[in-house]
């Protein structure tokens, strides 16, 4: 062989480190395996392919100057694969929190290693979803649910007033100033009967309309739902299963076509029929 034409072929093939296989597919193989000495894994995590950094990056028995390496690492899916590491440690994963990729972000939110620390990187972290998610969550410390009831996301407060199990965070939800985390609120099936009065008397039409489609309402709300002055909770009121038929009666006589037919449709009424 020509020496410039070997010259050119050794330059354009990367050189993986001594002692290991050329395949990227054996290298892979190497990270995975248990048995990998550290000292093979210390040269797997520069391994030129992504690949293969990715299967270190899920080994359960990294170090800690590794796991920084691999947070630090200019791919998405290496730090993704160490944001799903099951053993990754705490102070790893808020690094992460941060971090430019969403799926690197959402790994660090549900990874089982996060912690109260990480609950608090995340509360602080510019992502409205990932906060919107941990506020969601059933399992965060009470701090932290406190820290994002004052949230100033519409969004993450909202989540949470759908989601939550919490009496207390769902009661200073339902009087929350913004009307579209009262209209959340109005969606949760454990609101009690004192506050679903409450939503539905809400000087917003839209907290209204969520109630009325969402939940079981006393006949004493209903009567007045019945009523409503905005158009769009009447014809929720005659489209929901969970409206009784005296109140659909009421709703064949309303002021709005779409209203009366809803309702006629509901009672099984063909047009001019009584």
Request: with cysteine.
């Amino acid at each position: 062989m020509d020496p410039k034409s070997a010259s050119r072929t050794e330059a354009s093939e990367p050189t993986v480190g001594p002692a290991l296989p050329g395949r990227a597919v054996l290298r892979i193989e190497l990270a995975r395996d248990a048995a990998t000495s550290q000292e093979v894994i210390e040269l797997l995590a520069n391994d030129p392919n992504s690949k293969v950094k990715c299967a270190v990056a899920g080994r359960l028995d990294l170090p800690e100057h590794l796991l920084h390496g691999l947070a630090a690492d200019p791919n998405n899916k290496v730090r993704q694969a160490l944001a799903e590491n099951p053993t990754c440690p705490p102070a790893v994963l808020a690094g992460l929190v941060d971090d430019p990729s969403f799926d690197v972000r959402y790994a660090v939110l549900v990874n089982p290693r996060a912690d109260r620390y990480v609950h608090e990187m995340i509360c602080r972290s510019s992502d409205e979803d990932i906060r919107r998610l941990l506020a969601e969550s059933q399992s965060i410390e009470e701090d932290i649910k406190t820290t994002l009831l004052r949230d100033p996301s519409v969004a993450v407060r909202g989540g949470m007033a759908e989601t939550t199990v919490d009496p207390q965070i769902l009661a200073a939800l339902v009087s929350d100033p913004e009307p579209k985390v009262r209209a959340k609120a109005a969606l949760n099936p454990l609101t009690t009967q004192e506050q679903r009065r409450r939503l539905a008397r809400d000087k917003a039409a839209s907290v209204r309309w969520a109630l009325v489609q969402s939940v079981e309402l006393a006949e004493e709300s209903l009567e007045e739902l019945v009523h409503d002055r905005s158009v769009n909770v009447r014809w929720w009121l005659a489209t929901t299963p969970q409206t009784p038929h005296r109140f659909l009666r009421i709703l064949t006589e309303d002021k709005s076509p779409e209203v009366r037919t809803q309702a006629r449709m509901r009672l099984g009424l063909k047009d001019g029929a009584e």
